[in-house]
Structures are given as C-alpha cells and as structure tokens.
C-alpha cells in the first residue's frame, strides 16, 4: 500500500501562480509513474500531467501546456505541480496519483493509489 499526501492549492487570482505537492509514503518497485488529475464540480476527473520516477519522461493535457510544470523529488519521493497563469477554468479539486504501467498513463483507470485532493479556486 502507498499513501498519497498532498499539500498546497489555495485561492489565487486569474494570472497567479499555485504549487501543489504529492509526497509518497514509499515507492515501490512497480511504481513508474505520478499523474495529476482535476475534477470540477458536475465534471468527470481529467487528464492534467505525468511524470516518470525513473528518466524524464512528462505529458501534459493540451489546455496547461506551457502553463503547468510538473517535477518530482526522488529522495522525498514527492512529486510537484507548478501552476501558473492560472485562469478560472482550472478551477478543480486536484488529485495526484500512483500507477504501475510501463507506458505513460493518462486515464484514471491506470492508477491505483490516489491522494486525498486539494482545492484551487481561481477567481476572476
């Protein structure tokens, strides 16, 4: 079992910059990559990043290209999403999450462990 912890998120205005962060309670050997997913209200979850724990291997949904940054820390097995020009449509719970694939995961279906969720709120 791997639990997700997450920390940040916040209210921040449209243009601002946030910075969410998924420490890990271990990595085991099966974990190869860490996705950030978001979900606004009425919304299915979606798509937003990924990271491999291993090389450096990252995808970004289309709309947060050039906007959104995601890195990771392998000594403190966390991983980071830098948000910035924010605009009201992210406006979402973020989730991070854990997946044992071999090819890059895009869908929530291809993660197994997820954190807890943070709010971001972006006003306009």
């Known amino acids: 079992q791997v639990q997700l912890v997450q920390s940040g998120g916040g209210l921040v205005q449209a243009g601002g910059s946030l910075t969410l962060s998924c420490a890990a309670s271990?990595?085991?050997?099966?974990?190869?990559?860490m996705g950030w997913f978001r979900q606004a209200p009425g919304k299915e979850r979606e798509f937003v990043a990924v990271?491999?724990?291993?090389?450096?291997?990252?995808y970004y949904e289309d709309s947060v290209k050039g906007r959104f940054t995601v890195s990771r820390d392998n000594a403190e097995n966390t991983v980071y999403l830098q948000m910035n020009s924010l605009k009201p449509e992210d406006t979402a719970v973020y989730y991070c999450?854990?997946?044992?694939?071999?090819?890059?995961?895009?869908?929530?279906?291809?993660?197994?462990?997820w954190g807890q969720g943070t709010q971001v709120t972006v006003s306009s």
């Open positions: 990271i491999s724990w291993r090389g450096s291997t990252t």
């Open positions: 999450a854990d997946s044992d694939r071999s090819t890059v995961p895009r869908r929530p279906g291809e993660y197994r462990y």
């Open positions: 271990r990595r085991t050997s099966s974990s190869y990559y």
